[in-house]
């Protein structure tokens, strides 16, 4: 893969790079035929996004190694998995580029397993950026946009001029849609407290949209800090964002489209728990490009180094997921209590708490906060009893899986998704001995 | 004048006396060099050598000469002292660091000898602070011998031209490599990060090449924890000069020219990373 971005563009680039990382810490880098994908999933696998580059994009695109003479399996383009924080410093200050920087390479280096980003710039300095990446196959988010009623576009100076009003810690904002008007408020959760907490509310005429689509009235809410990156990079295009929705639980999606590039970042949404236990959905999975992989022994072997190299995480998981005990009764008296607790006071058990919790709630998709403010007043709340604590905990789990059951995306291998089953069928199964021992790790840690 | 009505006088005698209408000068140099908290300082006729080391492999100098100041007189031949230069710092900015324009803080600085403190008189807008700072016994300072006949390679940068590079440079690497040589590519700047190397390339015909005088092609590795100290003087300066020696021994000059338009410099000289150069051998 070779390819060449010009000064003007370079801007654009950067600035993508830069929406991705509010993403995750890693991103694929994704060279195909028509252009380059660069793709991110964050951990919690609720927000996700994919923007292409299409060949126009480039003053020279080659997705092939290369020369002729090369083997076939060299043709291949690899997907790359990229440490975001490695390549960020590369586009640093995405506005200097655009002064310093007459051109940019970027190319991959199969045989030393690196990709090149060089930066040919003024003063005839160049730098030359060699990182190492792992090779592994993409994950995909499966949402059909246009099955979405609601459609909403506008352009995106307009949306940051929206977004600009609610406060940087802000973290999630509520969009609520009627034919008649749409409405962006800050999402405040129950337990917050009103006299601290500011609310903002934004109302939009139909007028002001380019275009203008609601099957049905809805209110859903999603995480700013992902939005804010986008808005980001929009500005770099100046193209108008069209919003893909549907009831709230449903993802969100927000797109970019131009004649060079698309962008789409799509979000969990919160869902309301009442109307939630009869829509549960089944996970579903995608199979990036495992056909094209299957193609060569090269290939073949660096993605199951890359399963292998995943796969203890998973096993962590699930034994983590394994120590849920059964649901019983008692759980549920427990939820009552919780919510009295004011999660204020429990700010200081941050760093046990949350890493547990993380792994809980990995395997649904949800936003990230939502559940650290829950998880962390179950866990203080209840300290003094192991027994309550395994309690809580299998409430977390089915608290995620009724509340967050919008499982968009998910894994991307079928060793993976085996593992996946494999989680969820420990959980109906736990034993007592597992109970146990999530009674020893928990007094460990409270 | 406040400070001419000061209590210096009277019989007392000083071996160093100095005076300066904008403390500024002397404390952005000392800034430039400050990187451990104590510096000895040296006073001859021709002015004051302020030296800091760290971990004995790095020595920076920053040179006050004489003519900067309005006043400076030294009674013996050489005056040595050795000091808390973040208490010097803190006391030559009392006033505060940040300045506005048409103020500026006047000093007055007299030490009377070996034992006593350095005094320091400070007015800004008729206000005066006195600052007694307690010396200590000077340490042998380390002797680089980083004698101009043995350098290999010469190369004059402007600073602008380094400033990006020092303030991108990985820190997640151990070492900076610097290869200098008369072919390419001339000057080269490496760091080997845990994400990956990373090489910065000026060629020769640069316009931020000044001057480019390399004999042989040299490539030696210095600690990047101790380099990084030297930002602060590149980021003063206007004017950069990267030297060589024989042993590999690296002087970095920065020219650094004040508000005034009165040029100083601030020497850095780093010792090669030994380990490596044994591995590469």
Known sequence: MKCVIGGGHLRVFGRAIHAIARISDE???DPVEKGLALRSVNSSRSACAYIFFSSMFFQHYCWTAGSKSCQREKQLPLPCKLIIKSVLPVFRCVNMLERNVEKCNIYTNINDRHITFQLICKHGIVKTHNLTFQECDPLQAVFAKHMCPNVLKLQSRLLTDIMIHFPMSQEEVTLAVTPMKVCFKSYTEEDTDFSKAMHTEIQLNPDEFDYFQVGVDSEVTFCLKELRGLLAFSEATSTPVSIHFDRSGKPIA????????????????LSDIENETASEQPPRFSQGQDSKSEKTSVDRDSNSEAIASRKPQWNGNSQNTELVAPRSPLAKQ?????????NKDTTGTEGTTITETDDYTMLEARPTHFDYHKSKLLHTGIGFCTWCITCV???????CIFQFHSLFFGAVSFKEKDAINHILHSLATASDTEEDSVNMQRSQVL | MPLSTQPPASGERYVLTASLDNARHLSSLLRAVHFQDHATCFATANGI????EDAKCLQANAFIQAEIFQEFAVQEESVMFRINLAVLLDCLTIFGSSSLPGTSTALRMCYRGYGYPLMLFLEEGGVVTVCKINTQEPEELLDFDFCSTNVVNKIILQSEGLREAFAELDMTSEVLQITMSPNKPYFRLSTFGNAGSAHLDYPRDSDLMEAFHCNQTQTNRYKISLLKPSTKALALSCKVSIRTDTRGFLSLQYMIRNEDGQICFVEYYCCPDEDVTEADL
């Open chain 2, 49 to 52: 050598k302020v030296t800091v």
């Open chain 1, 27 to 29: 991103f694929w880098f």
């Open chain 1, 393 to 399: 905990v299998s409430y977390l789990y089915k608290y």
């Open chain 1, 334 to 342: 427990e939820i009552k209590i919780i919510p009295k607790i004011s």
């Open chain 1, 254 to 269: 927000f797109s970019i489209e131009d004649m060079v590039l698309e962008a789409s970042f799509i979000l969990a949404t």
